[in-house]
């Protein structure tokens, strides 16, 4: 966007400027053009009169050096009077001379007007549309002359050089470009920022309110938006909490009563259905305070939290190898991220039979790989595995997988650590669940 609005600006004010110069300059030329027209009018009427006055043998010395300035008078080699249409300055100079003189226009135009110079402007016309032209004058004493006017030998004065003007405006316009710009979209990078933030921390402080009025307006309504959004979450996490909490007391007298079942058989079918009941109550519960981000975060050793969570799962029977040494700190919730973990490696256990653990050092962060050796899960389908109760088969036996929720409790705690969760199948077979927790969550 920064980009898009300095071209704009750029564009825009180069356009206007532009346009701007080329009226400038077509008039300064025009106005040179009316001013040598006029000059070569009145130096034309002077020499003619003055030539009258000299004798006709040194006329022709007199018209060699006086014929300056693109105005050319000199002796007619031809003595054809034809009159041609006449021409502005044709009639101009009939006007002024003293009616013993007779003004004849050409039809024949002198060379350098078939080709006149080009003026050396940027924006203005490239060639000299001054007056070019030839015309016969009879004198008083009936000696004819040819009176040209001729266009300037070089590019007309412009009084400054364009080239040097334009560099320098065009860097005071990218400066001003850039500020505005600048001034622009910095307020809405604010806004991006703390849109990002509020996806890592939904308690995060309320923007404050300043600069222009729409920018205030917009930081107000987005201050508002967190304020429901973290409303709407605390309504959600206490219903589930208060629904899962309250459900253990009637499932635990239920359990009770059970006990009294005369038949084994079925004493033990319903004792297992209440079991997987309380082991989703208890998921849920899970998954509510996995969305909960109130509690105090706390300077946490990675090393020693993933040797405690592997030595248990080691204990429990399950088959665990941990390699690496990451040698740093993290902030977070020790039980969060504890769970986080266990839910990872119990999804790996459980359906990989084994879980390899491997934590590695990277630039300012940490990443731990938890891979099995089960034949892993289908590519368009580990997006969705993350999905609150979604599981590959719908069997809700608790020997072929639990609630289907672990790994969406276990990415809620990642994001709320500000941590980033993935699967992906590895080469040689099986899942890999890759856990990666950025530099502002980690020291040494």
Known sequence: MTGRVFLALMVGIIASAALTQWLAV????????????????????????????????????????????????????????????PTE??????????????VIPMAERPPPCVRPPRTLTVFGPGQWRGTCESVKIVMTDGQVLKLSILPPRGAPPTGHNEYAVFVPFLLCVAVLAYLITRMTVQPLKHLAQAAKDLGNDINKPPLELTGAAEIRQASAAFNAMQARIRQYI???????AAITHDLQTPLTRMRLRLEKV???????????DLSAMQQMIREGLDLARSMDTNGAMQKLDLDSLLDSVCADALDAGQAVELKGHAGMALLGRPLDVR?????????????????????ERL??????????????????????????????????????????????IARNIAEQHGATLSLANGEGGGLEAVLTLPEFYAGK
């Not at 005369?262 to 297992?272: A, H, N, T, W």
């Not at 993350?386 to 790994?407: C, I, M, V």
Request: glycine share 8%; with cysteine.
């Open 234 to 240: 605390a309504q959600r996490t206490e219903m589930l």
């Open 363 to 408: 630039a300012g962060a940490a990443r731990i790989r938890i891979r099995d050796e089960g034949p892993g899960i289908p590519q368009d389908q580990l997006a969705r595995v993350f999905e609150p109760f979604y599981r590959l088969e719908s069997s809700r036996s608790r020997a072929s997988g639990g609630t289907g929720l672990g790994l969406t």
């Open 26 to 85: 077509n008039e300064r030329q025009r106005t040179l053009e009316r001013y040598r027209n006029f000059h070569a009018l009145e130096r034309a009427e002077q020499i003619i009169e003055t030539a009258d006055v000299v004798r006709p043998e040194s006329r022709a010395q007199y018209l060699a050096v006086a014929s300056k300035s693109g105005v050319k008078l000199e002796i007619a080699t031809d003595n054809d009077l034809t009159v041609h249409p």
């Open 262 to 272: 005369g038949d084994q058989d079925l004493q033990q079918k319903l004792i297992g």
């Open 339 to 359: 769970r986080c973990l266990v839910n990872l490696i119990d999804n790996a256990v459980k359906y990989g039979q084994k879980a390899h653990v491997t934590v």
């Open 89 to 102: 300055f044709s009639i101009a100079l009939g006007q002024r001379l003293p009616r013993d003189f007779q």
